[in-house]
């Protein structure tokens, strides 16, 4: 026995901890997902641990960086400084003159959102970050960024770019965070295709590429269409650009569905500055709803709007106070409804020959069906009545 | 420059590192490893933890310290990433023990020796990662890539050569 392990030593070795690792493999699977937990305090030790060791270093080597290049930047590399300064002054003035004429229709914009009662979130407080290192491997899409517990991140919060969505903080560390990008075959975000109006599950796959893979084959998606965040996975506020389509076709693996390829917006390669949404402001606010309530202009009801500036059937022209309505409930509607021309054949299939039920005995001979509709009486099977010449459209 | 050689055949087997190096050398591949892609997102393609186990394991011959390096440097690689922990150091741990196990059987010396191991135990890897993540964890949209794989051996391979070169500078020579 003695010489076996002795022999066998190495080998021994390998398959203990071989083992060991399989253990610990089977307790990681059996706990809840990284992403769907809300505590940022219950992070795995060893992870904060790395992160404590890691990211210090990161940090002071991009600062490093981003301290040399702002020497070359801002002090060595200075030529043709002042046309660009012409150039941008002028894009200032007429940028203004434009911003002018959006900023009124942004604000129609917001008054017709009330109106129509659009709940929509927008992005309200962000905290600016700066990326440090990565997961390592082409594997893992993770970004480690040097803004934590302490500065008010907190996990699920969204991750974005000015130019789109980057990702969503997964573990949060004290002094730093790891973001889960978008292109991470974990990461998820619902999405909406904005030519189409279809909603999708955008994910990653591997080679650090974007798909949509819930989607089933449409000739109306087209290459270059923009996708914008849905807000449904209550992560990402709605509306934020993703991407554009880059290509769609049909997955060998998962048929009938379509696999599209998804063009990020933002450059999920090269982050050095991310904002972190913190907090996102519901446009639509209780108290707004109570104002609208209070019979305001802006808290009618879209219908009600849309009934007013059509040409509809009722007389707009019409008081609408109590007392005449009710005189006006008693009045004949001055409709002009279209009526069927009298048959000349009359039978059992024309209109009128039906008696309303209300006239019908129940377990009766049907002799009254069956009888022509000239010989009836009743006031349900008379002939309609010529419409009057005034009545006729 | 003085010239190495071997006096005996307990130099021919391991190779000795200083404590400092064995130490600073892995840790220093463990961060550039998720530093530089940051730089530029294509470096992710290396495994310099892969390089260093390869060196010390190859260079000590000694089958279970390089199963333990690799172990160790492959759980620590875990650490920063979004997978499960234990996946590279599993892998890690096995090609360590390849690794060390061939270190006693040809010339590890030789720079063609040395990239053509490098190539092997990269796709070595390589299937040993898809065999963990598709079949141990049952990740089933995790797809094999057979081209990248090749060109991202080939890519390690031929970054390990001058950084093998560069650490066969850091071996203590207990006979010169």
């Known amino acids: 026995m003695e010489s076996f392990f002795s022999r066998f030593r190495s080998e021994l070795v390998l398959a203990l901890l071989l083992l060991l690792q399989v253990v610990g493999l089977a307790a990681q699977m059996g706990r809840v997902h990284y992403a769907s937990r809300e505590d940022g305090h219950n992070v795995r030790t060893v992870r904060a641990w790395s992160a404590h060791t890691i990211t210090p270093l990161e940090t002071f080597l991009v600062h490093v960086g981003g301290g040399l290049r702002n020497t070359w930047h801002g002090?060595?590399?200075l030529r043709h400084v002042r046309q660009h300064n012409r150039d941008l002054?002028?894009?200032i003035d007429q940028l203004r003159l434009q911003q002018a004429g959006l900023a009124a229709d942004a604000r129609q914009g917001q008054r017709l959102q009330q109106l129509l009662a659009f709940k929509q979130q927008y992005v309200w407080h962000t905290v600016a970050a700066e990326g440090g290192g990565t997961g390592g491997g082409d594997q893992t899409r993770i970004l480690t960024i040097d803004k934590g517990w302490t500065d008010g991140i907190r996990p699920d919060m969204a991750v974005i770019t000015p130019d789109g969505v980057v990702g969503k903080v997964r573990d949060v560390f004290s002094d730093s965070?790891?973001?889960?990008?978008?292109?991470?075959?974990?990461s998820g975000a619902g999405i909406v295709l904005t030519g189409t109006r279809s909603r999708g599950i955008l994910h990653g796959i591997q080679g650090g590429r974007l798909q949509i893979s819930n989607l089933l084959p449409d000739d109306r998606i087209k290459p270059g269409e923009p996708v914008v965040t849905s807000g449904g996975d209550r992560v990402f506020p709605r509306g934020l650009p993703v991407g554009a389509v880059r290509s769609i076709k049909v997955d060998p693996e998962h048929q009938p569905y379509a696999a599209i390829l998804i063009q990020p917006a933002a450059n999920l390669d090269r982050l050095?500055?991310?904002?972190?949404v913190t907090d996102v402001a519901e446009q639509l606010t209780k108290a707004a709803l109570a104002a609208g309530d209070d019979g305001d202009e802006a808290g009618k009801k879209a219908s009600d709007v849309v009934a007013e500036r059509l040409p509809g059937l009722t007389d707009n022209t019409k008081p609408t106070s109590g007392a005449p309505a009710a005189q006006g409930a008693a009045k004949e509607p001055a409709v002009a409804l279209p009526r069927p021309p009298q048959a000349i054949h009359a039978d059992r299939y024309s209109p009128g020959y039906i008696p309303p039920a209300s006239d019908l005995t129940p377990g009766a001979q049907d002799t009254q069906l069956a009888a022509p509709a000239q010989q009836r009486t009743s006031p349900a099977i008379r002939p309609p009545k010529q419409a009057a010449p005034e009545d006729q459209p | 420059m003085p010239r190495r050689s071997f006096v005996n055949r307990h130099e021919l087997?391991?190779?000795?590192?200083?404590?400092?190096?064995?130490?600073a050398v892995p840790l220093c591949a463990l961060f550039l490893q998720s530093y530089l892609p940051h730089i530029w997102q294509p470096l992710s393609i290396l495994d310099l933890p892969l390089i260093a186990v390869l060196y010390f394991s190859i260079s000590w011959r000694n089958r279970i310290a390089g199963t333990m390096l690799g172990t160790a440097v492959g759980l620590l690689q875990d650490l920063p990433g979004n997978g499960y922990i234990g996946v590279n150091g599993m892998a890690k741990a096995i090609v360590g023990y390849t690794a060390a196990s061939i270190g006693l059987k040809v010339d590890v010396d030789n720079v063609i020796t040395r990239a053509l191991m490098n190539l092997g135990f990269c796709l070595l890897q390589s299937a040993l990662l898809f065999v963990l993540q598709r079949y141990l964890l049952g990740e089933t949209d995790y797809a094999a890539q057979p081209v990248h794989e090749v060109i991202?051996?080939?890519?390690n391979a031929a970054v390990a050569v001058p950084i093998f070169l560069l650490l066969d500078r850091t071996r203590i020579n207990e006979y010169a």
């Open chain 2, 152 to 155: 991202r051996a080939a890519i």
């Open chain 1, 75 to 77: 002090y060595l590399d």
């Open chain 1, 177 to 186: 965070s790891q973001v889960l990008l978008l292109n991470d075959p974990t």
């Open chain 1, 89 to 91: 002054q002028y894009q």
């Open chain 2, 13 to 23: 087997e391991e190779h000795q590192f200083h404590p400092v190096v064995l130490l």
């Open chain 1, 272 to 276: 050095e500055e991310v904002l972190v």
